[in-house]
């Protein structure tokens, strides 16, 4: 099966810019999840998607992020405006709602974002 | 909060050499434990998890790990590692966060093995 997939690999903007990065999930997982990791720091946790909708959104850092999974397939985080603090690597990871897969997560290669 | 620590930041090792890398986490109810790994330029992989059962977990590329529960510990070995393990491991546990069950990661080990 194909894996996560993400887009851009990597972005580079300024400060005040706005940044939209993509998430494919693997076919057939209801969970979606994004996680980020700030540079030298642990990999953390943003929030959760079941299908549509957002089952925990505890990790969100503030309100200029905002994801969405319209339709239940693929997801969206966007940043707006960014700031230099928002700078690091965006990991997508998706995994069966249920059965055996359900809490084993595929991640994808992650978004690096750069803000300047 | 759950939390996961991983004792070493960076180790290095020449091949053939037994690697253990330490992780602990701090959770008071059942547990879902995992180790993943990142290559140089590639995703994160899934080396090997322990939901029950044997607490000894064999996962890929001949790497192991010892779920220990009166020590809240997890930790992966490899008996002899090789140049192609260099890479970042981390270990994370899975359990119920604010809102859902969420995984929590340690701050990662780079490993370098040296030929």
């Known amino acids: 099966e194909a894996g996560v997939t993400q887009f851009p690999s990597h972005s580079v903007i300024e400060k005040g810019q706005t940044v939209t990065l993509r998430c494919d999930p693997i076919?057939?997982?209801?969970?979606l999840y994004w996680y980020r990791r700030v540079m030298g720091k642990e990999i953390k946790f943003l929030l959760h998607f079941v299908k549509e909708s957002k089952q925990d959104e505890s990790g969100m850092p503030n309100n200029r992020f905002l994801a969405e999974r319209t339709g239940g397939t693929y997801s969206t985080l966007k940043v707006q405006p960014a700031e230099l603090e928002d700078s690091g690597v965006y990991f997508c990871?998706?995994?069966?709602?249920?059965?055996?897969?359900?809490?084993?997560?595929?991640f994808g290669a992650g978004s690096r974002l750069t803000v300047l | 909060a759950q939390s996961v620590s991983q004792h070493n930041h960076h180790v290095i090792l020449s091949e053939a050499a037994s690697l253990e890398l330490g992780c602990n986490y701090s959770?008071?109810?059942?547990?879902?434990l995992f180790w993943y790994v990142q290559y140089p330029g590639q995703h994160l992989q899934l080396l090997l998890k322990y939901f029950s059962g044997d607490p000894l977990v064999k996962g890929i590329k001949g790497f192991e790990a010892e779920f220990i529960k009166s020590k809240f510990s997890f930790n992966l070995r490899k008996p002899s590692v090789q140049w192609s393990d260099t890479a970042e491991y981390f270990c994370a546990v899975l359990a119920r966060g604010a809102g859902s069950y969420q995984l929590t990661f340690g701050k990662g080990t780079k490993l370098s093995v040296i030929p």
């Open positions: 076919s057939g997982h209801d969970n």
């Open positions: 959770y008071g109810g059942t547990v879902n």
């Open positions: 990871a998706s995994s069966r709602l249920v059965g055996s897969g359900a809490n084993v997560l595929t």
